[in-house]
């Protein structure tokens, strides 16, 4: 435990408090190391040789679903350290909120989730004693409860953050994981198929839909980067839905179109890998907590 400790306070930055406790679980009594990050609790027992971690939210009564066990103290060390510092990322506490939970408390909501009942309601939070009396329309109860946040788990999830994908913003990417989307994924696939087949000489009937099929695929690329703020990219479909256009055609020797269809097949497959964009996880996204 004492390992567990000091690999956890290297790892988790910001104020965080520890308590080694035996609590009763399961009508046994357990060794159990708690860090408390304001109202979010990470704690690890030892069963049958096995260090096992979990966390959860003492407010929203949450807790991750399934345990995540290291080979024993000693050889699992490292295994420990890593998810320490996860779990500070992934449980971030409420902006603003300075009070830490009473031991009591943690040992309650601990015992309650491990055993698969439903912790007690959370105290109400201590008021500094300076601070001014809150009005009454802040601090009335909601009528409905809160919506249970996605847990950020490394194989779905990701801290890396691009612009915002379409129909979010930049405030619905804070603190909450992402899940990172390719939108031009649709039009290089499509331009992709068209493409292709010019180069390889299809028919020259073909050859107009592949007008019609280009100009459509480079228009929607170049919103989907202008919506994305990537000018330069934007502007390279603009040129293209202007080469490609059925209205006022372009006309050339094919000689001279296969290089160009060549340069146009890369532009698309650079962008649908390239142009990446950020949205928040959703329950669909990987595992999620549950009550309880």
């Known amino acids: 435990m004492d390992a567990v400790r000091e690999a956890a306070l290297r790892n988790i930055s910001g104020p965080v408090q520890t308590h080694r406790v035996r609590i009763v679980i399961h009508g046994k009594s357990w060794d159990v190391l708690i860090l408390s990050v304001n109202e979010y609790v990470g704690w690890v027992r030892v069963h049958d040789g096995i260090a096992i971690w979990r966390s959860g939210s003492i407010i929203t009564g949450m807790a991750d679903t399934g345990p995540v066990a290291a080979g024993g103290q000693l050889s699992g060390f490292f295994l420990l350290s ?35 009942a439903p912790p007690a309601p959370a105290p109400a939070p201590r008021p500094a004693a300076t601070a001014p009396a809150a009005p009454a329309a802040l601090v009335s109860a909601p009528s409905q409860p809160a919506p249970a946040p996605v847990e950020f788990n490394p194989y779905f999830h990701t801290a890396e953050r691009h612009p915002p994908a379409s129909g979010f913003s930049e405030a619905d990417l804070n603190g909450v994981p992402l899940v990172t989307v390719h939108p031009a994924t649709i039009p290089a696939v499509v331009a992709g198929f068209l493409l292709l087949g010019a180069i390889a000489g299809a028919q020259y009937s073909f050859y107009e839909v592949v007008r019609w099929g280009v100009t459509a695929m480079a228009i929607w690329s170049a919103v989907v980067a202008g919506g994305l703020k990537q000018t330069a990219w934007a502007v390279a479909f603009s040129a293209t839905a202007v080469l490609f256009n059925p209205f006022v055609p372009v006309y050339l020797t094919r000689e001279t179109w296969v290089p160009l269809d060549t340069a146009a097949l890369v532009l698309f497959i650079s962008a649908g890998v390239k142009l990446r964009a950020s949205r928040p996880a959703t329950a669909k996204d990987g595992p999620q907590r549950i009550t309880g």
């Open 82 to 116: 890593a998810l320490a510092g996860e779990w500070y990322m992934r449980v971030r506490p409420l902006t603003g909120a300075a009070e830490f939970p009473d031991v009591d408390t943690i040992g309650e909501f601990i015992a309650s989730t491990e055993n698969q």
